[in-house]
């Protein structure tokens, strides 16, 4: 059998010639192997900007309707407290009435104040926190997200202690004696829900505000599509919004 021997080289010349292609076959490779991985960043990361994109598009919608629920929501609020306010020792069963049937859940309980509830959906902003995808984004485009994100959480935060409040009010959807700890009790309770509310309202029109310069606005199909579900449930009070 024969074996061949590697060939030694004559001169510099031929040893920075096998050298150069040696040199140039490796970086070549190097450089295609980038390049695909430069291609599956991009792809990763625009998968993960139209899904948050979706979910921003979503939120927004919740937040229009909040800020086309205030007149509604503000009225009822009025009511009670002036009630309260003038009631003697007797209160009068107060619950709330509504103008046609919902297209959600109401409690078998009369309530005195309903309490609307849009949750914002936050998985795929968590998810994409805890990826390395999330590295890959320009940092303003972060930073923007970072933003309206953090106010849709609070959007959450706010409806779980709204609907804790309304709770605590549901009493005055009967007939009860009015005591003066009772009374305050219950003032108090309007005037922490009534904070929560006009907090939701500024919070939801500085989130329309900001992404709307962003590039972000609701689907106008859903939000007129809740808008006139709200209508109809709770009457004229329903206010239009632009998204």
């Known amino acids: 059998m024969d074996i061949h021997k590697p060939k030694p080289w004559h001169g510099w010349r031929e040893f920075l010639k096998e050298y150069l292609i040696i040199v ?3 970086l070549t490779a190097l450089a295609a192997e ?7 960043v991009r792809h990763e990361l625009s998968e993960l900007k139209a899904a948050l994109d ?49 297209s959600g859940a109401l409690s078998t309980v009369p309530e005195a104040y309903h309490t609307p509830y849009y949750p914002m959906v936050m998985a795929g902003w968590q998810a ?47 007939d009860l004696r009015l005591t003066p700890e009772l009374r305050a009790h219950y003032l108090d309770r309007l005037a922490a829900l009534a904070r929560l509310e006009a907090l939701a309202v500024s919070n939801g029109r500085q989130v329309l505000a900001t992404a709307r310069s962003f590039g972000w606005v609701a689907e106008r199909n859903q939000l007129a599509e809740m808008i006139a579900d709200q209508r109809r449930f709770r ?3 329903v206010q239009d919004v632009v998204p």
């Open 54 to 102: 979706r979910s921003v598009r979503y939120n927004l919608a919740g937040a229009a309707e909040r800020v086309a629920l205030a007149p509604c929501l503000d009225a009822r609020i009025a009511h009670l407290r002036d009630k309260l306010a003038a009631a003697g020792e007797t209160w009068r069963a107060d619950p709330q009435a509504f103008a046609g049937p919902t």
């Open 235 to 237: 009457g004229g009070c």
């Open 34 to 40: 980038q390049g695909v991985e430069s291609l599956r």
């Open 128 to 174: 994409a926190l805890a990826s390395r995808d999330i590295s890959t984004m320009p940092i303003q485009s972060r930073g923007r997200y970072s933003q309206v994100f953090t106010t849709f959480d609070w959007f959450n935060t706010a409806q779980a202690s709204e609907h804790a409040i309304s709770g605590d009010l549901d009493p005055l959807s009967f």
């Open 24 to 26: 140039v076959g490796v």
